[in-house]
Each structure stands twice: as structure tokens, then as C-alpha cells.
């Protein structure tokens, strides 16, 4: 095999500066998912197709990655079963008999079939995140691979809006820990229906909610003719144009909406005006350092949210939005468990790097992983360093010997190459007068340590 | 859907008792490798199948999960091309055509392909460890898995025996960590090749090494007479006969061997008696915790290691080996890079988590996260206390609040399943008097904070 090994299209491999980049996210992620009292679960990275298939829609069925049955997949499929008029194979016909299984499409329905599946054994309300990769057939591009990480943190068996709050205030934390400052968006699906209710065209709930996104760029009259054009009455663009030109503080926002949703007798949109009240006054007494404010337009994931909806963007760098959730009232209900509110959110841990990085927000020191190298200065100065070097190790220190007593010259290049900031040389003084010598790299000083005084040695490399 | 959904056969949910376990095991397995200088990298789930066919025998060739094509990936392939005489479709025809990927069988191959993909970017000797899910279509069976996670630690480019002994440290120093007593066993497969050689029988190492590891349970005699109805000649039986009777210390033991290999002028023999006794020399000098021992049955993998051979099994618990490996002469060569030489151990988490649990050795507490549970006493109280949790989560402390104000019996009892050791039962008058109330539920000492010193009150949560 001549040719250079690769790997799939839309795969990435991560070298360790990458992997402790990631890691750095990870762990800032995790960390604040902990305080909150939710715990880490993990489910297989392959799940059965009957899982899977007709939760994401006719498009991501077709996303699905599907692996072919082991053993002999093929065996006791008749050729003339699955084959089309034109002796081609019917490929719908032949999949279904040689897959069963398909690849994690997201978090999201692994979750509702492992809430299913586990319900005897959870206490509900069950806060559980989890970590892990997605594969997606979508075809490649910049910033999209078939391969990435989701993280999700998600709340079900409550419809209480404490966990609105606390999935806010975890954005809030993480992002604040992670120094990206960031808007948080915030709707509500029940405001959304209300409104095309109240209208009388109760499923135009999408043009209504593109129309008020399309507020600020084309004004009030261009949008009111789109949504003549896409089939609302005059009257029912009439009693939508106190919602489209909505200004304001939250409160006088509110204030606009309850009083429409309270003339026109709407229960839904008086729901959904509530929930946004409540929630918005639960983030005051609780404060928060992000910027948060309620935005209409916001849609996200319309046919499965219920409530709540979620959306975080930078600030400071042009990207999409970086995390996204909302409340959704039966999640569990596709595999037979009804009436299990939940609400969650998603962190996207490929452009939470992209920000990082294009912000140069990285903290320094991220992709470094040894503290000292010990140059080999042959096998007696080996042997006289081999219990030092332990008992480094031993107060977590990364120390490295270099394998072998090369010229110092190549020792040194590895410790530049790898970016390690202390060197220590030990020759036959050192190791007749019982003591070690170390460099620091960056700044030349350098410092004399009695062998046995490993304390002192730990805390000059730091 | 009425049916209770499943996952497919052979792979694991992860609850957060067991993932609070497992990572335990990682993070002490993570943070042994980086205090020895090993950098973390991931590949992808999916590789080429090119770059996995035939590196795992034909019976590895087998138990690879293929993924299917996107898109169509029957779309022109034409029936009759690839059907039997029986009218059935010939599987390893049509599989050749409507799969390209396949799934991560092992680390140690992903590695290999990452190394001479990337080998401009790397600065050698590289030091990488590794741990990700791999999948096998094994026959499931109890403890063995077709998704799994592997520990791998290697370093390449190097044929310093400082690595060997390295790994035996890093060994030493996991299993210490987590309480497991081991015995290392470590050979060599020069001595092997040798032994094999001075026979006059090179293709025998195989029966060679069974015949010595069947010493103890059958005696010389029966092991003698294996060897003959094996196809050896009682000349060559006579020649193994010290070997198969070695006895003593080890230094004894390479003495006996050093004479054999010398007097049949065998210098592969001899370069493994000479790498056995440096690096065990090496290993006194460092100094290691476990019991160590050479054993020349030890034979894993035999097709693949060209120089020390390790195995670990835990002490106090009947299980097979929990950790393993050896160094590879020519791993890279396969995808077209010879002469990088590399050493390397895999740790079996599932097996390590098995010990554990058997021993009952996992710390207490491992599988428990929220600390300290506020009651929730009505929304007054609430925005009393919020921001004394948000407070205490800044402390890195894991704090609940209740999410309804339920009778407080209930709320009781949610702390108890989770086994959240602190509750906080704040109302009117804790608010009155700005104070919160803590109460340890296992010693039931009940402590009153004012409600700034949230110092004091971490102190008391732990």
C-alpha cells in the first residue's frame, strides 16, 4: 500500500492540541452541568433503525447512517425481490432486509428511548447530560462534518420553569467561564401559536413568525404585503401589526401582548405570555451576566417545541448561534411513555471552538502537556534521575526523560519542539553531589535542588 | 409504538452511577498518562475500509460493522453481477460495492494511519494515548461487548527500552491509584524467536510456547511428549528441556537462558535475554509498587510484537488480563512507513470496572453529584435563595432546588433517592432573618448560615 492512508470525507481526526482545545470545552461544559446537579449518561453509538427512523423527517432518514447486518448480510435475500424493471436493485426494498441498525443521529431521541426504556429505574424530575459524537450522511463542508460532537443537558419529568432558569443560567456560567460574551434569545412556542390562533390561521404559525424576523430588514409594509401574499386576511395582518411593531422594555412588550392575547380571548397566548414573565422575573431575582432579551421571531425546531425556546450567538464573532433548546411536552411519547415535559438545551461544541479560537480566547498553556524534560546524559545520570523523576510524577507533575543519550543539541530541540518549558540536565556532578539541576526555558534562570527536596523542585516548575 | 423500545444486542447504556464509576477509571487512567508526557488524540468512528481490511485476519475482516453508501448505494448496482447460481446475491461481491467505511475495530490500527497521514506535523518519538469506543461484531456473551471503549497509551518512533519501562510505571502507578494489586508479567518475543531457532524449528514458537505454559499443569514429562507429536525432534525437545525447567530468581532464570542462546551462537535469542535483564535492571532502579515477573509462556499477539511482552492480572480477583501490550517493530509499514519502531499497553476498562466493583473498591461517593438540595417553599423563598445557590454553584458546589413547592415529605424523599446528603428548608423566617438552615441527613446536625457567608456554609456541604 503506497498511497498515503486517509480518512472519510466529513471526518476529522484531533492532534493534541485540538483534543486539550476540546477538552478545555468539555470540561468547562461539564463542570458547570455538574453544579446544577445534572449527571452524565452515555448511550451506543448504534441504535436500532426502528429507534430512529421518522424522528428527524424525510430528510434526515436519508441522513441516517446505516450498518449493514453482520455475518452474512446478503444470505436468503432473493435477488428477484429487491430487484427494479431495469435489473437494477431496488435499494429501499434491499436496505430494509440488510440493516437494522443505524448510527446516532443526535442526543435528542436516544435520550427519550433511554427515558423509555429506564423509566422504573429514574427518579423523576431526571436531570441527566451527556457528551458524546453524531454521525450525519449531510454532504461535507466548511464547519459541517458527518462526524461531531453534541452536548446536551436536558430536565424531563417537570414543567416546572425553575429549569428554564437554570438551562439560562448554565448558558450564562458556561459562557462567562469560557470568556465568549454572548445574547441569549428567548421565545415562546405557546406566544406563537396564540398568535396565529388569534388570527384565524392557525397553521401559518411559520410565515407568521418568518414575517416578524423580516421586521427589521424590509419594514412594516413589505411585510405585511408577504403576509397578504401568503394567504392571511387584511384583518388578520390588521390585528398582527401591534405584535410586528413591538418596542420596548420585556415588560412593555409583554404588557402589548397580554392585552391582544386577553382581547381576543386567546388561553394559549396568555400561556405563553405568562411563561415569558415568569421566566424573565426568575432570571432577574437569579441575575445573570449575559445579555438576554425575548425575540418573536425566534423558531427553532418549531414542531417540537412547546414552550421555552432557546438561542445563544456570540457577540463578539460572526458565526451562528452556538446553543440552542427549548421545552418540548412529549418527547417520550414516540416510544409509548406520554405526558413527560421536558426542556433542554445544546451546547455546539464545534463552534464553541471556532469562537474560542477566532477570539483567541484559548487560555495559554491549553495544548501543553509536559512540565520538565530530563535530558540522558547516559545509563549511571539515567539511573541516578529514574527516583527523582518518580517522585515528580507522584505530585502530578509531567516529566519527561529523553529515551536516549543523544547530543544535547537534538535533546533540547525535542524539549523546543514539544514546547516544554523547564530542562533539566543531570550529569556526573550532580549525581555525585546529590543534586538537580533545572532550566527554566522561557526566562534562563536556572536553579540547584538537593535530589531529595522534590517539593522545592515542584514548585519552581510549578 | 407500544413496544418497549430497545438498543441492539451487545451494547450498553451507561447510567450515571455507572458513567460517575467509569470516568473514575479514565480520569485516573488520563491523568497517569499526562503526568508521563502522553499527549490525547482521537480519530474518527468511521475509517476507509482500506485501511482496515486484512489487518485483522480474515476472522477480523469479518467482524467489522460496514456502513452502507449515503445517499442510494444500491443506485447501479446491477442484480445479476452480483447474484449466486442459487438466484441469492452473492454477499462479498455487493458488500465490496455498497460499502466504503467501516467502524474503528481496535485504537491500535486508527493509530498506525494517523501516524504516517500525520507525520509531518509530528515531532518523534510521538507519545499518544487514546481512549474511544470500538466496535466488533463479536457474538455477544457475558462481559464481551460489540461497543466498547479501549485505554491505549503508545509511543512511536523510538526503541528506547526507557518506553518499556515507562509503561510498567505507568502501570504500576494506574493500578495503584485504583487499588488493584497485579502481577506484570513481561517477555520477550527475540526469546521466543530464539528458543524456536536453536531448535532448528523457527515456524514451532507457537507449540514452544504452549509447551512452557503447560509445564506446571502437566509436567515434563507430558509436555515433552506434546512437543514430539507436535513435529519436534527429541534433539530440539532436549535443547528446551533447561528452558522448560527454569527455576529461581530472575536474574537466574537469564543467566541459564544467556548460556543457551550463547552456545548455540543464537543473536536474537541473545538481544532478548539482553533487553529482558536491562529492562528489568531499569524497573529496580525505578522502583515499582506491583509484583512483577518475567514468564515465558506469556505470548499475546505473537504475530505482531517483535520485543517485550506484557500482560497484567489483578491479584484478588479471578478475571483474565486487565492490561496488555508489547513493542511493535513495523506497524506504521502497512500504510507504507517501515522502520518506526513502537511500544505500547491497552487498558481494559470494562474489565478494570469488573475488579472494582468485585473488590468494592470504587471510592464512596463516586456515583453521587448534588450536594446540597434547597426546598422549595413557595416563590417568595425561592427568589430568597437564589442567589445564594447561584453563590455556592460558584463555588463549584453542586446545588439543587426543588422544582415545585410539593408537600415537603416529597421533596424529602427526592433528596433520598438521589442521595444528596445536605437540605435546605429556607422559608419566611430564614428570610426575615437573612439566614439559611443546612441540615446533614446522614448525622442529622443542623447548621444556621447568614445568608452572605457562603464560605462558611461550602465549608460545612464539603
Known amino acids: 500500500m503506497a498511497q498515503k492512508p486517509s480518512i472519510p470525507k466529513g471526518t476529522r481526526d484531533f492532534g493534541q ?16 452541568f455538574k453544579v446544577f446537579g445534572y449527571s452524565q449518561i452515555e448511550t451506543p453509538a448504534m441504535e436500532n433503525l426502528s429507534t430512529l427512523l421518522g424522528k428527524y423527517g424525510d430528510e434526515g432518514d436519508k441522513l441516517l447512517f446505516r450498518i449493514l447486518n453482520s455475518g452474512d448480510a446478503f444470505a436468503g435475500v432473493d435477488a428477484g425481490a429487491v430487484q427494479a424493471p431495469d435489473g437494477s436493485l431496488d435499494g429501499r426494498a434491499i436496505t430494509a432486509r440488510v440493516c437494522e441498525k443505524g448510527l446516532r443521529y443526535d442526543l435528542t431521541v436516544p435520550f427519550a428511548r433511554y427515558v423509555v426504556q429506564h423509566q422504573n429505574d429514574i427518579s423523576f424530575p431526571f436531570k441527566r447530560f451527556q457528551i458524546q459524537p453524531v454521525w450525519r450522511a449531510d454532504r461535507p463542508q466548511k464547519g459541517r462534518y458527518r462526524e461531531f460532537y453534541q452536548c446536551d443537558v436536558d430536565v424531563v419529568g417537570s414543567d416546572s420553569l425553575l429549569y428554564e ?6 448558558v450564562d456560567m458556561v459562557f462567562s467561564s469560557l470568556g465568549i460574551g454572548v445574547l441569549i434569545k428567548v421565545n415562546n412556542r405557546k406566544v406563537l401559536t396564540g398568535l396565529a390562533e388569534i388570527c384565524g390561521f392557525p397553521d401559518k404559525v411559520v410565515d407568521i413568525t418568518v414575517a416578524i424576523d423580516k421586521m427589521e430588514k424590509i419594514g412594516l409594509a413589505k411585510v405585511e404585503e408577504e ?50 414573565e415568569v421566566l424573565f422575573s426568575l432570571v432577574e431575582s437569579a441575575g445573570i451576566a449575559s445579555r438576554i ?17 432557546f438561542e445563544v450567538k456570540a457577540l463578539d464573532f460572526p458565526i451562528g448561534s452556538i446553543c440552542g433548546g427549548g421545552r418540548y411536552d412529549n418527547l417520550t411519547g414516540i416510544f409509548g ?37 530530563f535530558a540522558n546524559m547516559g545509563d549511571a ?44 540536565i543531570c550529569g556526573a556532578d550532580e549525581a555525585a553531589s546529590s543534586s538537580v539541576n533545572i532550566k527554566d526555558l522561557a526566562s534562563g534562570e536556572q536553579r540547584r535542588f538537593p535530589s531529595e527536596d522534590v517539593d522545592a523542585m515542584a514548585g519552581f516548575i510549578g
Open 17 to 32: 492540541e485540538e483534543m486539550a482545545a476540546r477538552n478545555y470545552i468539555f470540561d468547562t461544559v461539564r463542570s458547570v
Open 293 to 309: 432579551e425575548m425575540d418573536l421571531s425566534l423558531a427553532r425546531g418549531l414542531n417540537y417545541y412547546t414552550g421555552a425556546i
Open 165 to 170: 432558569l437554570e438551562l439560562l443560567q448554565m
Open 381 to 424: 545520570e539515567l539511573r541516578y534521575i529514574l527516583p527523582v523523576v518518580k517522585a515528580l510524577r507522584g505530585r502530578g507533575i509531567s516529566v519527561e526523560i529523553y529515551p536516549e543519550a543523544a547530543k544535547l543539541r537534538k535533546q533540547f530541540e525535542y524539549a523546543q519542539k514539544k514546547d516544554i518549558p523547564f530542562l533539566s
Open 337 to 373: 411513555l406520554p405526558g413527560v415535559s421536558g426542556v433542554g438545551i445544546s451546547f455546539g461544541a464545534d463552534r464553541i471552538y471556532d469562537v474560542l479560537k477566532g477570539l483567541d480566547r484559548f487560555p495559554s498553556g491549553t495544548g501543553v502537556s509536559t512540565r520538565l524534560l
Open 227 to 276: 403576509l397578504l401574499e401568503r394567504g392571511l386576511s387584511a384583518e388578520a395582518v390588521g390585528l398582527l401589526e401591534p405584535v410586528l411593531t413591538l418596542e420596548g422594555t420585556t415588560g412593555e412588550k409583554i404588557s402589548v401582548m397580554r392585552k391582544l392575547f386577553s382581547d381576543k380571548d386567546s388561553a394559549t397566548g396568555l400561556k405563553g405570555v405568562e411563561e415569558l
